[in-house]
C-alpha cells in the first residue's frame, strides 16, 4: 500500500505502514476517521455513540477536544448550522472550508438540522472535491447503523453511490430505521482502496 522505492524509511513511515497491514489484515479500511465537535456537551453523547459503532472499521480513527479539526479521510462533523448555512461558532465557516482544510473526501454532518439550512449550506462557495451528507434526522442507532452497513459495502469493494442505493434505495417504501438525510455527491463514485 506505500510504498517507498528510494532511501531509507523514517520511522514514522515503518509505523504508517505497519499499521496499515495490520489494519488490512484485521478487515480495517486503511483511511482515517476523525470527529469533530463545534457544539460542545449537547452533541457529545452522539459523538460517542458514533466513534463507538464506526472506529472499528478504520485503520485510525480521532477524536480531539471540542472545536479541533482534525485531518482525516472521513470527517464526521457535530454542528448547528446558522440559518445562512455556516457552521455555529466563534468563526462561522461553510462545510467546504472544512473540506479545504482537511482534504476529507467524505464529510457528514452528523447532527440534525434543519432542510432550509441544509440547502443553505450546500449552496455556499467552497472547493467541490469530496462528497457531504447532510442530517435531517439521525432516527437514533439508525444513524450509526446505516453508515456502518454504508463504510463496510465500501470496504468491501463498492463505490460510495452504489453502496448507498443499495441500502437506502430512492422509492416511495423507505426503511423505517434509516436516519433522514441528503447526499451532495460533489466527488462522485468514491471508493476505499483495498
Sequence with gaps: M???SLGVMSAASTLMLLSARM???AGRIPLSLGFVNFSGEDLAPLIREDSSVLSPLF???TSPPLGRIPVANVLFVYAHLNADGTIKGPTSVGVRQLVQATK???VVVASDNPSETIVKAAGLPGPKSANLVFTTN???AGFA???RKLFERMRDGEDM???WVQIAPQ???QDPSLPGTILVAEAGRIAFPK
Design 2 to 4: 506505500f510504498r517507498r
Design 161 to 163: 453511490m452504489m453502496a
Design 145 to 147: 447503523t446505516f453508515f
Design 138 to 140: 439521525r432516527n437514533n
Design 104 to 106: 476529507a473526501a467524505i
Design 171 to 173: 422509492g416511495p417504501n
Design 59 to 61: 485503520a485510525q480513527s
Design 23 to 25: 489494519a488490512l489484515s
